[in-house]
């Protein structure tokens, strides 16, 4: 025996192949052909527990990670502070290892929570209905915009050019199995025909600033078009939810919200739309129900929509729902509730203004994108254009144990975005701004 | 909570458990300067988040959990999804900082230890499935059979071929029909015969030159293993379209046969499945493609690769798809993944799978 997860003994293997009238387990793969059988397998030899921890210890040592170094990256995946009463839930077995909730009777547990995460997804943004969570929130948008053209019958896509980039690309990989083609605008230009589907907005833009999501409502609705907005959770902390602003279809990247950084993933994408395309939303859904002895249970619902009722003409193939990541997200913001993530929010906002107002100070350095005015404003990422290549400054700063901003010099000249949250003492970013300092032409 | 609380915990809600004023969190006050506030224009005026105490949260959760059945609690002999224990040291590994605490856009050489844990598992992977080349970027197995079919139509459009038919056994998962057509396919079912298997004649017949692939499950969905896969992977390939295999049963065949020794062109895995990872009541989990050296091009970033001088580092094939994710896929399941097969090696992989098929004869 090798695995300490297999039970059998060689004697009850013996036994059950005696009852089931076998010789060997080898005859019960007699269907296989025989020129495929026993290929041989190279791998490295097997580690027992101890050699096991040791040599994942050491893999994971040869990262350097956000704890180890202040890091001002953002874009997409943002580090913030999470209580540690979020883990203590998501890793309980009954969680953690149970399958997916076909069966309501014995999934009550998952059923219920994720009735917690829809109806707080619904709270912080501001919308009817949500589900029950996406793979991440680059290819829940890539869904809303499929989901856009299946109500509105057109066949164009407009995303603002200031959506994140890799984001577009996955609206991009989506829509070209479809061949719909995908017009990119900038805030001021956008124009939409009666061909487009949806106006695509991310709010703070990939940038870092607040768009102006009045006006750019209005375009949508004036071309008769979906406007699909994508925030950032923790901002709706403190700024407007997208239901106030017209938004019929929300989706974001649910990571902030008690999920670690964990290197791009695991994740899970949040999505919300008005009620009335509620069937034509992807993924799963649970509805509030009472059994036949009136007591309040959970289920599954609308799952005419869903791939093992409609096979082909499901609304989409989505049939998990990230739900250990969704959970996090709901004991986060139960454990956040109304106080805690606003001053979360106002934290970031604080901090990030703070550092951008230091680092505006010193020579050669300067915030091409900030102002007072509508769409300069931003929430805990903006950019900075450097007296040096951005390359040269990451480099630079890494050499002093810092991990600084994503290199945007293709969208701004000269432009490092950079990310400050709660995360960030103050001490971390005097010691940025005296680094940066250092940096000159 | 009382028993009777317990007994009729789905009454109540976490908006129902609130109190004004209940906190679960402390928080540290501002230690910069405080920046002037937007204008109030910008600013919502309600937060409405329930207000909970800490060991509120703890019982209400806990409780919750407890009306689960799980792997933990006791047997799950499911068909069509294998089930199995989920080792309790790899939640410990995924946790480890330098991997739960990386961000993904951190420099190349800040990472190497995190690049190199996906090139060795792409590796292992392709060695398990006889494939060539590995992308880990599918989240989920539903997600890497959508990121199969669009490989497909990028292969057959490089070719000059624009075939948008994608046959589907009776038997299938309804994913393997809601992937098609989120790839913008048209998918066609086929019927098995008496013993289950595919029917050799009606697959034949439906076999034209619309046909894209042939999307096969195997062990198929009933759990048996095609006895004509010989044959079907001549015909499918005499016809000029694709043969992908839905790895979701790949637990029995593990060390038996490879993906591609049996004429499959792709396959896709699912790593809460056959590597150990857990389910978690419908995810996180990964579907990771593995593809034959034709397809390889056209696999969806991030592929890692490993340069002797610059170490491990993120690529894009040259004629890629695209990207299926904002970042590098499930990274926190690929450990898991890899420290089972890390712990199992050959013999142990093996011993997997002649027990599960053992165990489900008996």
Known sequence: MYSPYVPNTDADRRAMLGRIGVASVDALFDDIPAHCRNPGLTLPPPLSEPELVRELTQMAARNRSVVE??????????????????????????????????QPEISQGTLQSIFEFQS???????????????????SALAEACLMAVRITGRERLALLSTVNPSYQRVVRTYAEGHALPVDVMTPDEAALSEKHACL???QPNFLGYLEDVAALDRRAHDAGALYVVVPEPISLGMFRPPGEYGADIVVAEGQPLGNPLSFGGPYVGLFAARQQFVRQMPGRLVGRTKDVEGKTGYVLTLQTREQHIRRERATSNICTNEQLCALAATVYLCAMGKQGLRKVAELCYHKAHYAAERIAALPGYSLPLAGTQTGRQFFQEFVVRCPRPPREVNAALLERGIIGGLDVSELVEGGMLLCVTETNSREEIDALVDALRGIRA | MSDGERRDIGSKLSFDRSRPGRTAVTLPDCDVPLAAMPPPSLLRDDLPLPEMSQPEIVRYFTNLACLNYSVDTGFYPLGSCTMKYNPKLHEDLARLPGFAQ?????????????????HDLQSFLAEITGMEATSLGPAAGAHGELTSILMIRAFLESRGESRRTVLVPDSAHGTNLASVSTAGFRALSIASDARGNTDLAALAEALDDDVAALMLTLPNTLGLFDQNIVEISAIVHAKGAQLYCDGANLNALLGQAKIGDLGFDVVQMNLHKTFSTPHGGGGPGAGPVAVKGHLAPFLPSPVVARDAGKGYLVEEPERSI???????????????????????????LREVSENAVLNANY
């Open chain 2, 322 to 348: 695209g990207k299926m994710g904002a970042f590098h896929g499930n990274f926190g399941v690929m450990v898991r993944a890899y420290a089972y097969i890390r712990s199992l090696g050959v013999a142990g």
């Open chain 1, 200 to 202: 695509v907005v991310q």
């Open chain 2, 102 to 118: 990386a961000h993904p856009l951190q420099p190349a050489e800040t990472v190497q230890g995190a690049l190199a844990l996906m």
């Open chain 1, 120 to 138: 707080l997804v619904c709270e912080l943004t501001g919308m009817d209905v949500a589900n029950a969570g996406m793979y991440d929130g680059a």
């Open chain 1, 69 to 102: 170094m202040p890091c001002f990256l953002g874009a997409g995946a943002y580090r913030h502070f999470i209580p540690s009463v979020v883990d203590h839930m998501v890793r309980q077995g009954a969680f953690a290892t149970a399958y997916t909730p076909y």
